[in-house]
């Protein structure tokens, strides 16, 4: 399961500046001890000056990373499908999965029965609050598999990819995925489409397809 982070130099920056304005309010009010209040007026009023400037601009950036969590999308594959010449109802998918700094790339060919593709993912989706702070929602992208026009069932098992995904179904059922309050809901999710050369993306909420190749 992939959790990408989004986390931007202007939130450090901006929380550095909060942190930065809660030392000058402490030290504040530990130098009023000796010196009285005039240093906390002094030393206390510039730094919660800057203590308000520094949130408001956090909250800013907060809504910017909410919007940017909210709309944003990772890019996690790409397929080839062409129909097999000769052979009804047969697919050749050609797939890429792309990698991260703990997965590696994955490219392979396959053949699916059908007319029709279906790539499924596993989807964690995360809280707003924490897409804000700059965690994508997480997902897995685990079985490929074909679909008739005519609404026959095929008779091809589903190809597994990145193992198996069992797991993760029998802890939805158990309940262990909802820990809150950092995860909204877990569940699968699936993209169906004709033969054509396709990217796949993963929102903070769904698997998505769009044409390329035109």
Known sequence: MSFPVQFGFLQVGLILLVVVA????????????????RALLARGASGLALMVTAVVALWVATLMQTYLGLTGEIKAAHLTVNSVPGSEHRLKVDLTLFGDDA??????????EGDMWVLQADIV????WVNAIGFHSGYKVTRLYGQRLDGVATSQHQIFLNGEDQDFFTDMRAGRWWTEPFVRSAYGNAVISM????????????????????
Request: cysteine-free.
């Open 125 to 128: 989706e995360l809280e707003p």
């Open 22 to 37: 809660l030392a000058l309010l402490v030290t504040a009010v530990i130098k009023v001890r000796k010196v009285g209040m």
């Open 103 to 112: 997965h590696p790339e994955q490219r392979r060919a396959y053949d699916v």
């Open 195 to 214: 033969p054509g050369e396709y990217d796949i993306y993963i929102s903070r909420d769904a698997i998505k397809t769009r044409q390329t190749g035109r």
